[in-house]
């Protein structure tokens, strides 16, 4: 019922992109769906808004909201990166994750009376943030796939931090800007960043360019623009404690080219950079495996209920939230 509230609230106050409405924000549109491999395109609106951003919502017929702000301040090339982003988001499900995350924040604000039980969901729900965070990476990757222009992808990422005007901002000084960040100061400031970060949906920007513009470097994104990148058919014989485990590796690559100080300071202790990236890649894989059981068991709970004589229009997890925009295609 919330995810048709807020459409209805979309189609009443907004604008339906199509053909004959911002044709050409629809042509950017198609072409990144056309990059992406999109079938069935999500219906796409426009919403008076001063604010850059954009956000899917929705769990079974997700749809895509955008910003008016988005369409006056970026160009073509831009856009197209940005919607690439959004239905990156919509391809990968991350809406389902992010109504659990939800779910799970409620329930966390009434249990806080109750201190066990409330540090076991907070828990779960800083694993699943930090998995939120990767995935908002992830459609940054989808949306460069969708334009494949890397330098429309780090103007993106500069617009949203500083503004939609360009011409006094330099991308080679944004990118040094994003360097200092991730390895200079000191252990304050690796606390700090820690502080920052910790219960954020989003990485900051300059962290997201930097990814990015790493990504682009290692060889992956030319590699999966030759084709070289995992099929969503082979998605039923993906094991999940192989996926964990790749998450795990994943962490610990990064912890061990990190230039965080408090990082640092681990690996000078031992190897204890690598632990702690095994164990928060570990428990992000864990988190998302036990949603992806959660939501199928909510699923198949609620069409029980539509299929029973008589049931009423529920209003669980199949039918409720909304997830931000913020990879993903390839996993």
């Not at 109750?114 to 969901?121: D, K, M, Q, W, Y």
């Not at 192989?242 to 998450?247: D, F, G, L, Y």
């Not at 709970?301 to 029973?308: K, L, N, P, S, T």
């Amino acid at each position: 019922m919330e995810r048709a509230g807020f459409r209805l609230s979309v189609l009443a106050s907004g604008i339906r992109v199509d053909h004959r409405q911002y044709p050409a924000v629809w042509q950017r549109y198609t072409e990144a769906a056309a990059a992406l491999d999109v079938a069935e395109l999500p219906e796409l609106y426009v919403t008076q808004s001063p604010w850059l951003g954009a956000e899917a919502v929705g769990l079974e017929r997700p749809f895509i909201v955008l910003n008016s702000a988005c369409v006056q301040q970026f160009d073509e090339d831009e856009l197209r990166c940005l919607l690439g982003h959004e239905l990156g988001h919509v391809g990968s499900g991350h809406a389902v994750y992010k109504t659990m995350l939800m779910i799970l924040t409620r329930w966390a604000a009434n249990l806080s009376w109750l201190p066990v039980g409330a540090i076991a969901l907070r828990a779960i729900i800083a694993a699943m943030l930090e998995w939120w965070r990767k995935a908002e990476l992830s459609a940054d990757r989808a949306g460069l796939l969708a334009g494949q222009d890397p330098a429309a992808a780090l103007r993106l990422l500069m617009k949203l931090a500083g503004g939609g005007d360009l011409s006094q901002v330099d991308t080679t000084a944004f990118l040094e800007q994003a360097a200092e960040y991730a390895g200079g100061g000191d252990l304050r400031d690796s606390l700090h960043k820690i502080r920052m970060t910790a219960w954020s949906t989003h990485p900051v920007p300059v962290a997201r360019a930097a990814s990015l513009r790493q990504w682009i470097d290692s060889g992956a994104y030319g590699r999966v623009l030759a084709g070289d990148y995992p099929r969503r058919e082979d998605d039923s014989s993906t094991s999940v404690s192989e996926e964990i485990k790749a998450a795990a590796e994943s962490y610990r690559e990064e912890f061990s080219r990190s230039t965080d100080p408090l990082v640092g300071l681990l690996r000078r202790l031992g190897d204890g950079a690598s632990d702690v990236g095994e164990w928060v890649g570990g428990t992000a894989g864990r988190a998302r495996s036990w949603m992806d059981a959660a939501t199928e068991a909510a699923g198949r709970a609620h069409r029980a209920g539509r299929a029973a004589p008589g049931a009423r229009a529920g209003a669980g997890p199949a039918d409720s939230g909304d997830g931000t925009g913020s990879a993903g295609t390839p996993r």
